[in-house]
């Protein structure tokens, strides 16, 4: 069964660069035809997408995040990573990424979350 | 954007009873509306997608319906492990968007 493991620094300042990883285990992430995700959630608030991304690269982000994000995969660590740059307090949340089939585009594995706070 | 609207929230029901949860897109999705179910701390799962399709070991007391723009939850005969936050999402058009939750407690 596959797994999704987030990981990266709790604590960022304000206006560096946020730096999360996810680590899939029970499966290759490039064993089937799956886009890879990355969604937060503000404290007290609901999911936001922030992006998608292919194994073979390709990438959509949403237009709210565009200018900040960047996602990138590395097929040999089973792993993909998101990077947000800026970031201000608002990005404070809890960081999930998931898998999403590409047939309906449903998110069928999820981490579990890791909480990503911006502060001085 | 397509934007998700969520009804009721909250939702307060006891253990064995019913529930219905709305969701209400801005614009037709045909049938890319998919439900999650969510608890403090844990990652969130998958019960429904396109609209009705049970996920694999989801049971069978959730059931899910609706098409264009209007969808429902029901969770008949709830058990104590439901009392959760549920979302819809579309995944009809980038970027995908979740509604606000319900959360369903305990009465």
């Excluded at chain 1, 404290?43 to 959509?60: H, P, Q, V």
């Excluded at chain 1, 990005?91 to 911006?118: E, H, I, K, L, N």
Aim: proline share 5%; aromatic share 12%; glycine share 10%.
């Amino acid at each position: 069964q596959v797994h999704l493991q987030e990981s990266g620094p709790g604590l960022v300042k304000p206006s560096q660069t946020l730096s999360l990883t996810c680590t899939v285990s029970g499966g290759s992430i490039s064993g089937g035809p799956y886009f890879w995700s990355w969604i937060r959630q503000p404290a007290g608030k609901g999911l936001e997408w922030i992006g998608r991304i292919y194994t073979g690269g390709s990438t959509n982000y949403s237009p709210s995040l565009q200018s900040r994000v960047t996602m990138s995969v590395d097929t040999s660590k089973n792993q993909f990573s998101l990077n947000l740059n800026s970031v201000t307090a608002a990005d404070t949340a809890v960081y999930y990424c998931a898998r999403v089939s590409s047939m309906d585009y449903y998110m069928d594995v999820w981490g579990s979350g890791t909480t990503v706070t911006v502060s001085s | 954007d397509i934007q998700m609207t969520q009804s009721p929230s909250p939702l307060s029901a006891s253990v064995g009873d019913s529930v219905t949860i709305t969701c209400r897109a801005s614009q037709t999705i045909s049938t890319y509306l998919n439900w999650y179910h969510h608890k403090p701390g844990k990652a969130p799962k998958l019960l429904i997608y396109d609209a009705s399709s049970l996920h694999s070991g989801v049971p069978s007391r959730f059931s899910g319906s609706g098409s264009g723009t209007d969808f429902t939850l029901t969770i008949s005969s709830l058990q104590p492990e439901d009392f959760a936050t549920y979302y819809c999402q579309q995944s009809y058009s980038l970027p995908y968007t979740f509604g606000q939750g319900t959360k369903l407690e305990i009465k």
